[in-house]
């Protein structure tokens, strides 16, 4: 501002100097030199909040009233006044009773809160908020009027949540009450409850005293921090009474507490509550972040149609609250076409409770905005797609009713809700279409197993230069995988009877089951003749006891502990919820087996490097050996690539994979049982032998009758009869 006052004090002193000779502050008009009126509006040399006074050939300027110059230089010139702070300056004649409150040139003097100036402005006298037609406390509650202030007393079965100055609104504890005929409700779930109704009472009770919010809020995460820990919440009924606990607990909790903003975390939770106390309703927006989500919607939301003088607005998040496969699979009733494919949903977020202090929350006035993280970062694609979902407690089910999906991402999605409730976003997982060249290679495969096998098994049945332990082994493993691969064949797309298919699934896991087992027996065998002798057998009924009993043990033991998991709405199969229940054996047997090679390999090395090694039998076993390995990768290589199949990342390549070996598993068993086997094929040999030389004796055999039939007959000549 000084330097704008001296640029016009530079520019009048030019502009005095062209003035044929008069004098700063002057001006030439008609020949003569005039004062210059520096005061007139067009100047405007003086500041804000001055007055200008003109003199002859120079102005001055002073401050107005309640303000004072700066301390600069040349402030009676330029104008510079400052608002004086008569509240600091002590210059102010507010009484005693009455708050001095400074503005621009002046002050004012007001009351404090719960007072009023008196008629003659002389000083301040008590409001007394309880006077008639004044509502504060409600209709259900007794107002006392204070010094300054009032408190609300409410009647019994009404409460202000400890907010003195607020009115009195109807209060049930009932929603705290286990019924009597609710059965497997976990213990600490009951405590829980036990817990708020008690603190929910004590409210109601004008007599009584109650816990502070902030330590009601702490046991209550604690509580439910210990109850998520067990890990129990699986059914629907169980989801909907934690649920339903803790947005009660929420709603009890929330108006207790007296800082804006609290947010508390443990191991398993994490909230976020907002806070309003005001005369007046607030407004504008409100944000609730919690790690796993983002809450927004709008204060006018969060009171909804009353305001008893308080509104707060909280977002609890699970870490570790997960729905069973069922109650996820339940979402499909909504949509027929989902039903139709066969579509399997994940949790693809936590799960997230969000309360406002507005009752009416069916049916919002405004849409709330739900910003979700994923748990796994996955752009969607054509076989998955995300859903916004909310906790349906009438039907025991999660439901995209009232929520719709704004935007997805790979690691967020947005959604926007009409109604409050807890909620979570859905990865709808769609099945892979059975192409037709898939179903092509698997029926072609599985009938030239099915051959295979068969002439595996009259090889290893009939065969007797190669009768033995191992022979058998080879003989039933034959055995279990024919009968596996022909109910695979007749039976695997079975699923409209629902027995039947189960039946179908209990065959397959029990002889697949059984061909890993007699595969581990081969490896036991092969271990007892390298490393312990060369002539060792195992007795059958002990390879009986291991091939068929223990798959049987196994097979049992699930259908009486799981029995929905035999068969699916797709296939005659194992369930994925299930499914380890043939993996872990079949991980286990390919485990122990591949450690059996090893230790076989290693000591075939050693006898090789003795002195005088048994060859031919070394040789007999090492070959032993290495088909047995051969058969390893070939059955347990099949499942490998089946495990990616029931990964959410399951490729193309995996499924290929496993549909050519698993339709081709008995081709290649002929291959390194028989082909490959020098005695089988010399077996062969002289079969086909036999066979051509039967042929040929029967062709020699036919050939002379035809001959001899072809001679004419010799006639006697004395009595004309026929002789051969």
């Known amino acids: 501002m000084e330097l704008k006052w001296a640029l016009l004090l530079l520019g009048l002193f030019l ?15 008609n020949n003569i030199c005039v004062d210059t009126n520096e ?62 409150v400074n503005t621009i040139g002046s002050y004012e003097c007001i009351c404090p809160p719960g007072y009023r100036k008196t008629r003659t402005d002389s000083g301040c006298e008590d409001i007394n908020e309880c006077s008639k037609g004044q509502d504060v406390c409600g209709t259900n509650g007794i107002c006392n009027n204070n010094v300054g202030s009032y408190s609300c007393k409410c009647h019994e079965g009404y409460s202000n949540y400890g907010n003195d100055r607020s009115k009195c609104i109807e209060m049930s504890c009932d929603h705290f009450e286990v019924e009597s005929d609710t059965k497997d409700v976990p213990v600490k779930l009951k405590h829980l409850l036990a817990l708020l109704k008690s603190s929910c009472e004590s409210l109601r009770d004008p007599n009584g005293g109650h816990q502070k919010g902030e330590e009601l809020l702490e046991n209550v995460f604690t509580s439910t921090d210990e109850l998520l820990s067990e890990g129990n919440i699986a059914d629907g009924a169980t989801l909907s009474h934690f649920l339903d606990a803790v947005e009660n607990s929420m709603r009890l909790i929330g108006p207790q507490l007296k800082e804006p903003l609290t947010r508390i975390e443990t191991h398993n939770t994490f909230a976020e509550v907002a806070v309003m106390r005001s005369q007046a309703p607030p407004s504008g927006r409100v944000t609730l972040n919690t790690d796993p989500a983002l809450f927004k919607t709008s204060w006018e ?12 607005a909280a977002l609890v998040s699970y870490k570790e609250l997960n729905s069973s496969a069922d109650l996820l699979q339940k979402m499909s009733r909504e949509k027929s076409d989902d039903k139709e494919r066969n579509v399997t949903y994940l949790l693809s977020s936590k799960v997230v409770t969000a309360v406002v202090s507005n009752a009416e929350t069916k049916q919002l006035s405004e849409p709330v905005t ?49 109604h409050l409730s807890s909620f979570a976003v859905l990865m709808a997982l769609y099945p892979v279409q059975d192409t037709l060249e898939l179903l092509m290679i698997t029926r072609v495969g599985l009938a030239l197993s099915l051959v295979c096998l068969f002439l595996c098994i009259l090889t290893f049945k009939f065969c007797r230069s190669i009768q033995g332990t191992r022979t058998s082994i080879h003989l039933h493993l034959s055995i279990c995988l024919f009968i596996a691969d022909l109910v695979f064949l007749c039976g695997i797309s079975s699923t409209q009877n629902k027995v039947g298919c189960s039946i179908v699934a209990g065959l397959l896991h029990f002889f697949f089951l059984s061909a890993f087992c007699w595969m581990l027996l081969e490896g036991v065998q092969l271990y007892r003749m390298v490393v312990l002798v060369f002539h060792t057998t195992i007795k059958h009924l002990y390879m009986y006891l291991v091939g068929y009993g223990v798959p049987l043990v196994i097979v049992s033991t699930s259908a009486i502990a799981y029995p929905k998991g035999y068969g699916t709405d797709r296939h005659c199969w194992l369930s994925l919820d299930f499914i380890w229940s043939f993996f872990a054996p079949v991980c286990i047997i390919v485990v122990l087996n591949s450690f059996v090679f090893i230790i076989t390999v290693w000591k075939l090395a050693e006898k090789f490097s003795s002195l005088n090694p048994d060859l031919s039998k ?3 076993i090492r070959g032993f050996t290495v088909t047995a390995m051969a058969q390893l990768c070939v059955l347990g290589g099949m499942w490998v690539f089946g495990c990616f199949l029931f990964q959410e990342k399951g490729t193309q390549v995996a499924l290929y994979l496993f549909t050519i070996l698993n339709s081709l598993q008995g081709a290649l068993l002929f291959v390194l049982h028989c082909l490959l086997s020098k005695a089988v094929r010399d077996e062969y040999c002289k ?7 039967l042929k040929e004796m029967y062709s020699e055999f036919s050939t002379n009758q035809s001959s001899n039939s072809q001679q ?13």
């Open 618 to 620: 070394l040789r007999n």
């Open 370 to 418: 739900l910003i979700f993280t994923h748990v796994e970062e996955r752009a969607e694609s054509e076989d998955m797609s995300y859903s916004c979902v909310y906790w349906d407690e009438a039907e025991g089910a999660w439901s995209g009713r009232g929520c719709e999906r704004a935007w997805s991402n790979s690691t967020h999605t947005e959604c926007s809700c009409s």
């Open 712 to 724: 004419p007959l010799r006639s006697d000549q004395t009595t004309g009869e026929s002789k051969i």
């Open 687 to 693: 079969l086909i032998t036999r066979i051509c030389s």
């Open 15 to 29: 502009e005095s100097s062209e003035s044929r000779g008069c004098n700063i502050g002057y001006e030439r008009k």
């Open 39 to 100: 005061c007139a509006p067009a100047l405007s040399v003086c500041g804000d909040h001055s007055n200008c006074f003109n003199t002859d050939g120079s102005y001055h300027c002073t401050c107005k009233e309640g303000f004072q110059s700066a301390p600069p230089i040349f402030t009676a010139t330029t104008g510079d006044c400052r608002d004086i702070n008569e509240c600091l300056a002590e210059t102010q004649t507010c009484s005693s009773d009455m708050n001095c």
């Open 301 to 312: 939301t969060v009171v909804g149609n009353s305001y008893p003088g308080f509104a707060f």
